[in-house]
């Protein structure tokens, strides 16, 4: 069965750190696309990142550009998302979504995690 | 960034009738292989969304066939021959044509009545 899985949520404070990973298992990971997806009440679902299969190509939303990185191990079959400079406005349930594909465009996001909470609190 | 627009944003239909959400994109999602690169999801209560529709009207796997997409460049329908108590939940239509980023709807949420 294809599978994300969701950890390294939390609370942290504005201006700190957090890095989230992503287990996939069920395909041969090194070949799709991954995106991290958020959604909160207020915004809905924003997509934020998306990496290629090899990792070779990267892509950012605005709002979180310069300030979250992602990136993936495909020896580990992982995608993380390192956030930096966090602010109450990051506060979200955050998604690991796989792509159908090896590249980022022309994919759908067909399969979800079930999320991790971050909450962004002094 | 492509903006994505849903109507109704809420509707309640009865078990067995037939269910429709339209769908609006600022810019024309019909790119020059002949796809059209609109995507239909649905969050069910208390879970992270599925996808139900890729490239306007293909149906994922596993999805029932009650589940139909339709519509053109910038303008889009699912449809729910027949409504069943398990679609409930919300309904968003999302771009893939125009990236980055990828643009969601606002969401639709259906009950059942």
């Known amino acids: 069965e294809v599978q994300v899985s969701e950890s390294g949520g939390g609370l942290v404070q504005p201006g700190g750190s957090l890095r989230l990973s992503c287990a996939a298992s069920?395909?041969?990971?090194?070949?799709?696309?991954m995106n991290w997806v958020r959604q909160t009440p207020e915004k809905g679902l924003e997509w934020i990142s998306g990496?290629?299969?090899?990792?070779?190509?990267?892509y950012y939303t605005g709002s979180v550009e310069g300030r979250f990185t992602i990136s993936r191990d495909n020896s580990k079959n992982t995608l993380y998302l390192q956030m930096n400079s966090l602010s109450a406005e990051d506060t979200a349930v955050y998604y690991c979504?796989?792509?159908?594909?090896?590249?980022?465009?022309?994919?759908?996001?067909?399969?979800w995690g079930q999320g991790t909470t971050v909450t962004v609190s002094s | 960034d492509v903006v994505m627009t849903q109507t109704p944003l809420s509707l309640s239909v009865t078990p067995g009738q037939p269910a429709s959400i339209s769908c609006k994109s600022s810019?024309?999602?019909?790119?020059?292989?002949?796809?059209?690169?609109l995507y239909w999801y649905l969050q069910k209560p208390g879970q992270s969304p599925q996808l139900l529709i890729y490239?306007?009207?293909s149906r994922f796997s596993g999805v029932p066939d009650r589940f139909s997409g339709s519509g053109s460049e910038t303008d889009f329908t699912l449809k729910i021959s027949r409504v069943e108590a398990e679609d409930v939940g919300v309904y968003y239509c999302?771009?893939?044509?125009?990236?980055?980023?990828?643009?969601f709807g606002q969401g639709t949420k259906l009950e059942i009545k």
């Open positions: 979504a796989k792509g159908s594909g090896y590249y980022y465009y022309f994919c759908a996001m067909d399969v």
């Open positions: 990496i290629t299969g090899d990792g070779g190509s990267l």
């Open positions: 810019q024309s999602l019909l790119n020059g292989d002949g796809k059209t690169y």
């Open positions: 069920g395909f041969t990971f090194s070949k799709f696309a």
């Open positions: 490239e306007l009207s």
């Open positions: 999302m771009q893939g044509l125009h990236l980055p980023p990828y643009t």
